[in-house]
Nanobody, 125 residues
């Protein structure tokens, strides 16, 4: 059984930084692109960033370009470095995995293959 576990969320002031981690487990988990989504109260879940299995290809939402960086340690672990955080970045951040980095960017989120439980990020003004 595949599990994605996020960590690293917390409370930070405007302009601060946080690094989120996502670790995948399960014998069948291999060859997956991975990414991050977020969902604020009362809003739809939205794409944040994605990275290919090789780590070469990345995608970012316009709202986080230049501030967030997604990286990959190995086939099962990714990170999201978040700098210059704003109050509007406050959300639950979810890790996701799918066979295609392009699908992570454009597909309806509920159709993606694997999800974590989420980690709360709160940015105070």
């Amino acid at each position: 059984q595949v599990q994605l576990v996020e960590s690293g969320g917390g409370l930070v002031q405007t302009g601060g930084s946080l690094r989120l981690s996502c670790a995948a487990s399960g014998r069948t988990f291999s060859n997956y692109a991975m990414g991050w989504f977020r969902q604020a109260p009362g809003k739809e879940r939205e794409f944040v960033a994605a990275i290919s299995l090789s780590g070469i290809r990345t995608h970012y939402a316009d709202s986080v370009k230049g501030r967030f960086t997604i990286s990959r340690y190995n086939a099962r672990t990714i990170y999201l470095q978040m700098n210059s955080l704003k109050p509007e970045d406050t959300s639950v951040y979810y890790c996701a995995a799918d066979m295609s980095v392009d699908r992570l960017r454009v597909a309806i989120w509920s159709t993606l293959e694997y999800w974590g439980q989420g980690t709360q990020v709160t940015v105070s003004s």
